[in-house]
């Protein structure tokens, strides 16, 4: 290829890639740390209830419009909106700004995970004994013989588990005001990880799409053990009762319906824009909707099953130390680095389960990683193609930008990082801030594109008429359910805090909340703009904002119509 020329911007070698792709997105690590806790912690069985609910009226829905819209236009996160519907633009920039903070965030959780699987390959976990120099004096070793006996005798005693977490991982210090020095040793896993990342998506789907074979489905491989493993430990029908015990009053509670909605805005990675670029990278005639059926229903399955692999072990460990459940669950990195260690760290054969544990963890999260990053790139790309779609740039661009996010998280492998990175997960990639661009994108697809055209895509893509239930949904259903979500997260907002006591000063509130914004607003920030740039009047404007670009692909029937009027049209040119 002659320098300077534009390339072409490609498509997955085959439908296996881009099924292993999706997958490898939307089954991450919410589906192992945060469905079975919040399974546990909101009814048990009865949370499926809502679950179900926001599966069926969002996530389902919008995971299919996503997918065809990407297909249809063959356009990234930001410019497939100026195809179908350029006063909607907004919600493209605000979903890279959500994913643009998941960028810098996400790959702390991975160089913890390193960490921990290098520790994994130690003669003794370091996290199963209280003789390391990090460890206080209220230190306890649970072990099978006397757990239980020495965590009874001591009432304000930090396991061994938790004290490697905070001391040795973190070296956490006393609030986000003390930043203190960077912690080497993770600065150098998250190189590690970048680099990794990196070479991943580098030449684009040529080479994502042949790392997925390994990302996307060694991790239900180490899954399935773990399951197996963890159900035929003593005490582990326990820990699965505790999971899926119905209790219907908590059916009236509005937090679970909220926390529902919120897991399928995480899980199902639908509103950022992952899975129109995802979906712009098949054939135009790929059948869309049978695989968004199925994948949602993996999901969905990969969480209930993880659900039975976490909590089998918190039962075993629950009872290895004669206490209830509840208090050993944990969600987020809470369960990931502190009680599944610990419990592994009580197995025979430790190092074993810990190094398949965090190889798991590392490939959940490293495959949502660079799907994120591909994500951000194929958007800035298809922005200014002619620009970085030639030889060489779109390494380079890549590389930058690794560079800027790696240094805007520097701050979060100090001392205080965890500080800064809760903040960053509570604010800046929460679900409310989903939520939001959700009903924009609903009601912009529903009602200005309009369901019926969509429709009438879907099949001329794939042969196949969705079932009319979507119309109903793409209509009423996503976006109120969505906006009432939505509303319900911010009336009961609850400030966020640390192990429970520690506050965060007011200005760190302030930055989380700025963080937040900075994706929503950008929604009615852009259409106020284009409706003020746009020449002519304002129904005109609207008028013109509201209609797909002249380019967009029409259906074969729609072809069809119009190629007869023209030759209609031409035959009575003729005669007279």
Known sequence: MKKGTIEERGQWASKTEFLLAVAGNVVGLGNVWRFPYLCYKNGGGAFLVPYMVFVVTCGVPLFLLETAMGQYTQEGGITV?????????????????????SCITYPIILAWALFYLIFSFSHELPWASCTNYWNTDKCVAFSLANGAIEWNNQTNSTSASTEFWEQRALSISGGIEELGSIRWEMLLCAIVVWVACYFCIWKGVRSTGKVVYVTATFPYIMLLILLIRGLTLPGAMNGVVYYLLPEPSHLMDPQVWMEAGAQIAFSYSIGVGSLTVLGSYNPYHNNCYRDCLWLCLLNSCTSVVAGFAVFSVLGFMAEMQNMPVEQVAESGPGLAFVAYPQAIAMMPLPQLWSVCFFIMIILLGLDTQFVALEVVMTSVIDLFPTVLRKAGRRELFLLLFCFVCFCSQLVMVTEGGMYVFQLFDYYACNGACILCLCVFEALALGWIFGAERMYGIIEDMTGVRPNCFFKLCWLYL???????????????????????????????????????????????????????????????????????????PLPQNREVELQHDTRAQADMLIES
């Open 81 to 101: 909106w100026r195809k179908i519907c350029p006063l909607a633009e907004g919600v493209g920039y605000g979903g890279q700004v959500v994913l643009l903070y």
């Open 478 to 552: 996503t976006p109120l359910v969505s906006l009432v979500s939505f509303i319900y997260s911010l009336v009961d907002y609850q400030p966020l805090t640390f192990n429970r006591w520690y506050v965060y000063p007011t200005w760190a509130y302030t930055l989380g909340w700025l963080m937040a914004l900075s994706s929503m607003i950008l929604v009615p920030v852009l259409t106020l703009i284009k409706l003020a740039t746009v020449p002519g009047t304002l129904p005109q404007r609207l008028r013109r904002l509201c209609q797909p670009a002249a380019d967009c």
